[in-house]
């Protein structure tokens, strides 16, 4: 059993470290790095999220091409002409649904729209605060106040969890975890406005920092529990196995596709008022 379990944990070390480096290294080169990333999470979600629902058959290949196309307009969606394939691929995904013949085509659009609001859309604003404010290292930023909450909420709820944080959907979540990664993310704002604020590319206001961290981590625990919410319907432990010892790649994204687009109208909010 140990070793079992000493083996599941190198695994998931391994993969886990390996998916976070080409993060990095995606984003170290500049908004193309941005842009390339963004599009292959949304085409590696979409065709989670569509396995998830209807699984895959060719009945259903039409409908899957489609929605990929317009996820990937999405993370692209900074650009003008992508959204007018963007609005193409809504239009022709109705009009594919009349041949479709299926016994749910309103439940089947639902989906549809959905992959595009859920997946698309943050990917997008992703990709927009790279190329918006010109700083794709701001997404490094938030990568690693996600990355961190997660430790400090495991760690100090590990240690301390006593209150459940939202027993309906995720029983293992607790206040106290909560309030750890909010502590840990606070204390990385710090070292972050006062002795990396160059690299990020963001000035060292320790407000504008304090922010940043607070929305990331309060829009990331949200993110988190929504997924947990699409599993539980589902009745589902894991959104997939593409990471070994993770689960799924929207089990990996579920905090950024909410903290994504919190973090591009806090940025502009910001900037906008100071």
């Known amino acids: 059993m140990n070793y079992d379990r000493m083996n599941k944990f190198i695994i998931r070390t ?29 085409l590696l979600a979409t065709l989670e999220f569509a396995k998830i629902f209807n699984g895959f058959s060719i009945k259903h290949t039409p409908a899957l091409m489609m929605d990929i196309a317009g996820v990937l307009s999405l993370c692209l969606g900074v650009f003008g002409f992508t959204i007018i394939i963007w609005i193409l691929s809504l239009l022709l995904r109705m009009i594919e649904e009349l041949y479709i013949k ?48 997660d430790t400090g909420a495991f760690i100090v709820g590990s240690l301390l969890g006593k209150h459940r944080l939202f027993e309906r959907i995720s029983p293992k979540k607790s206040w106290e975890g909560f309030w750890g990664g909010i502590f840990f993310n606070l204390i ?27 929305t990331v981590t309060v ?56």
């Open 14 to 42: 391994i993969s886990g470290l390996i998916y976070a480096a080409i993060i990095v290294v995606c984003i170290l080169q500049g908004t193309e790095g941005v842009i390339f990333l963004s599009g292959i999470l949304g």
């Open 102 to 149: 299926s016994d749910d085509p309103i439940g089947n659009l639902a989906r549809s729209m959905m992959s595009q609001l859920y997946i698309g859309v943050p990917l997008g604003c992703m990709s927009a605060i790279a190329v918006l404010t010109g700083k794709p290292m701001i997404l490094l930023a938030i990568f690693l106040f996600i990355w961190i909450n």
């Open 188 to 214: 990385a704002a710090v070292v972050f406005a006062r002795c990396l604020y160059g690299f990020f590319g963001l000035s060292d206001n320790i407000g504008l920092w304090l922010g940043l961290a607070l």
């Open 219 to 274: 829009f990331g625990t949200w993110g988190d529990l929504v997924e947990s919410m699409i599993k539980r319907n589902l009745h589902i432990k894991d959104s997939g196995k593409f990471i070994p010892g993770h689960g799924g790649i929207l089990d990996r994204i579920d905090s950024l596709l909410f903290a994504a687009p919190a973090s591009l109208i806090y940025l502009f909010a910001y900037y906008a008022v100071f």
